[in-house]
């Protein structure tokens, strides 16, 4: 069963800061990994998408790898900002069956 | 070009009743999931639709339902509600051919079970 893990459920620093938002899962065949981002009661918006191949995509401030064998990736955000408070997730898309699995997510706090 | 659009955006309903969530995909996408979110959780997969037909199901009753047009356009059909099934309700499109490309949402449609 694949399971999707994110670390920390909630951070809070200071605006400027470089910070790194955790994911884990278990089952490493996968088609590729997203991280999203949900502003409150709203949709998911994509950030970066990373293919089982690749190692990392970058998208201005925001950088994700991904280590497949060891069933982990990073979102690093760059130079915080307030408006990047939200909740991100992240969601891999597994290879047997298709099906997309979500982590919880981690909310995010940038403190002015 | 309009991304993933979905109604209603809120709704309010009472135990017992039934509700239609409306989703159209992203242009040239023909295939579309929905996902349910209850609050502090990650979506969950409900179903698939590829071609008028349920391509894949996740771990939901028989109480959810669904369809897909010819046009791609998508129906998610709760019957029996229960206040569990307050949530928000998302739609998801691609493409089946194109498994490494990324899958957009919708805004989704806010669930209240009263």
């Known amino acids: 069963k694949q399971e999707v893990t994110q670390i920390p459920a909630a951070l809070s620093v200071p605006e400027g800061e470089n910070l790194v938002l955790n994911c884990s899962f278990t089952d490493s065949a996968i088609y590729n990994l997203q991280w999203f981002r949900q502003d409150p009661g709203k949709g998911l918006t994509s950030l970066l998408l990373?293919?089982?191949?690749?190692r990392e995509q970058t998208s201005g401030r925001l950088n994700a790898s991904l280590d497949k064998s060891s069933g982990r990736s990073t979102l690093y955000i760059a130079a915080s900002q307030p408006g990047d408070s939200a909740t991100y997730l992240c969601?891999?898309?597994?290879?047997?069956?298709?099906?997309?699995?979500f982590g919880k997510g981690t909310r995010l706090h940038i403190l002015p | 070009d309009a991304g993933v659009t979905q109604s209603p955006t809120h709704l309010i309903k009472t135990r017992g009743q039934q509700v239609t969530l409306r989703c159209s995909p992203k242009?040239?996408?023909?295939?579309v999931s929905w996902y349910q979110q209850a609050l502090g959780q990650g979506p969950q997969f409900i179903f698939q639709y590829y071609e008028e037909e349920e391509r894949q199901r996740g771990n939901f009753p028989d109480r959810f339902s669904g369809h897909q047009f010819p046009n791609y356009s998508s129906e998610l059909n709760v019957n029996a509600l229960l206040l569990g099934d307050s949530a928000l309700y998302l739609c998801?499109?691609?493409?089946?051919?194109?498994?490494?490309?990324?899958?957009?949402f919708g805004e989704g449609s806010w669930l209240t079970v009263v």
């Open positions: 990373i293919q089982s191949s690749q």
């Open positions: 242009s040239g996408h023909d295939t």
């Open positions: 998801a499109s691609s493409t089946p051919t194109g498994r490494g490309n990324t899958i957009y």
């Open positions: 969601a891999v898309r597994r290879s047997r069956d298709d099906k997309i699995i």
